[in-house]
Every structure is written in structure tokens, then in C-alpha cells.
């Protein structure tokens, strides 16, 4: 089945910062997803982004579905970004990454 | 329009037990899908149905079954629970293939 690896696992970052989480998958797709896992284990939906470049406030994102990959950019990080982001790809079945683990210190 | 919401939200079950979680997706969807969360193998696809058909089934034993109704809302069932079940449950709906999933708050599921 399809392979998705997400990079990097762990991220540190200063208020204010900003960062690039990264989302690579084996095969080509017709859907691919962000997400951000909350502290109460609920995803909330970031973007559906099958390719192309989407801009959410202080969210975008980019997938480049020829070269099989998918960035997630956060600007100006707040604490409240903190918690676990996923990419997940395919149809109906979503394959999921193993997610970027973020967290923003005041 | 309301979200997809789940019932339970937390359940402690002893081993051998078997339990139902029920998913009610958002209006107008039409495909449900279940994925199992745990710390060690993240997060899995369980199974899917569409108008009231399991499309999908993914790497699960069979005490892993489920069902949708023609309202499409969905239950899943697992039955003879062992600890390794202990998990979130996660529900998510959509219009159909290709399109955007959502998903519901979980089911929080204990085995002792």
C-alpha cells in the first residue's frame, strides 16, 4: 500500500517563529489532507489540498503532486498551534503519516 | 450544519466483552469510515461504507465488524475485547470518494 513519512517528528519552536512540516507519499493520489490533532484527540481539518498552494491566516500549504510530497507552512507560531499534525492521502481509506509533533513555547 | 458526532465519548470494558460505538455523520454524507488511534501503531483505517455497503475494509481480525444504516449513520462492534483494543476511535464522514473527510471527536475506548 501506499507510504507516507512525515518530517520532522519533533518540533521546538519559539512564539513567533515560523516552520515547515513536510509530508512525503510513495505513490500519486487524489486526495491529501492536513491535520491538527487537538489535546482531546479530535482532528481538525486544516486543508484538503490534492495539489497546489492554499492559504489559511497564518496557515498554507503546497502539494506537489508530480514530485509526491506536501508542505505545510505555519508564520508567526502561536502556543495554541501546539499539538500533532498529520497528513493522510488516498480516497476513502485515508493512509496517515506519523505526524509532526509541535510545540511553541511562550 | 451540525458535525459528525460519536457516542460514547469514554467506555471502560473488561477483556472478553464486546462493545458498540455509533457514529452519526454530517447531513448529506454518505460514506463513514472508521480508524483505530493508539500510541504504537497510529493512526489505521478500520473499514468503510457507502449506502449502507462496506466498501473498504482494512488489516483488522474480524472481531473488528461494522454497519451503516440508511439514515447513514454507522456503528462499528468489537467483540471478545482484549487490551491491545484499548484505543481511540475515530469516525470520520464524507460526500463520497475524493472528497474532503471529517471527522468526529472519538470514542475513547478502555480495556482492563
Known amino acids: 500500500g501506499i507510504q507516507v513519512e512525515q518530517s520532522p517528528p519533533d518540533l521546538i519552536l519559539q512564539e513567533g517563529a515560523n516552520s515547515t512540516l513536510r509530508c512525503n507519499f510513495s505513490?500519486?493520489?487524489?486526495?491529501l489532507q492536513w491535520f491538527h490533532q487537538n489535546p482531546w484527540g479530535q482532528l481538525i481539518n486544516l486543508f484538503y489540498?490534492?495539489?497546489g498552494t492554499k492559504q489559511n491566516g497564518r496557515l498554507s500549504a503546497t502539494t506537489v503532486a508530480t514530485e509526491r510530497y506536501s508542505l505545510l507552512y505555519i508564520s508567526s507560531s502561536q502556543t495554541t498551534d501546539s499539538g500533532v499534525y498529520f497528513c493522510?492521502?488516498?480516497?476513502?481509506?485515508?493512509?496517515f503519516g506519523g505526524g509532526t509533533r509541535l510545540m511553541v513555547k511562550p | 450544519k451540525a458535525g459528525v458526532t460519536q457516542t460514547p465519548r469514554y467506555l471502560i470494558k473488561t477483556r472478553g466483552q464486546q462493545v458498540t460505538l455509533s457514529c452519526s455523520p454530517i447531513?448529506?454524507?454518505?460514506?463513514v469510515s472508521w480508524y483505530q488511534q493508539t500510541p504504537g501503531q497510529g493512526l489505521q483505517f478500520l473499514f468503510e461504507?457507502?449506502?449502507?455497503?462496506?466498501?473498504n475494509k482494512g488489516n483488522f481480525p474480524g472481531r473488528f465488524s461494522g454497519r451503516q444504516f440508511s439514515n447513514s449513520r454507522s456503528e462499528m462492534n468489537v467483540s471478545t475485547l482484549e487490551l491491545g483494543d484499548s484505543a481511540l476511535y475515530l469516525c470520520?464522514?464524507?460526500?463520497?470518494?475524493?472528497?474532503?473527510?471529517?471527522f468526529g471527536p472519538g470514542t475513547r475506548l478502555t480495556v482492563t
Open positions: 470520520a464522514s464524507s460526500r463520497g470518494d475524493s472528497y474532503e473527510q471529517y
Open positions: 505513490d500519486s493520489v487524489n486526495n
Open positions: 489540498i490534492p495539489s
Open positions: 493522510a492521502v488516498a480516497g476513502n481509506m485515508l493512509t
Open positions: 447531513s448529506g454524507h454518505r460514506s
Open positions: 461504507y457507502f449506502s449502507e455497503t462496506q466498501r
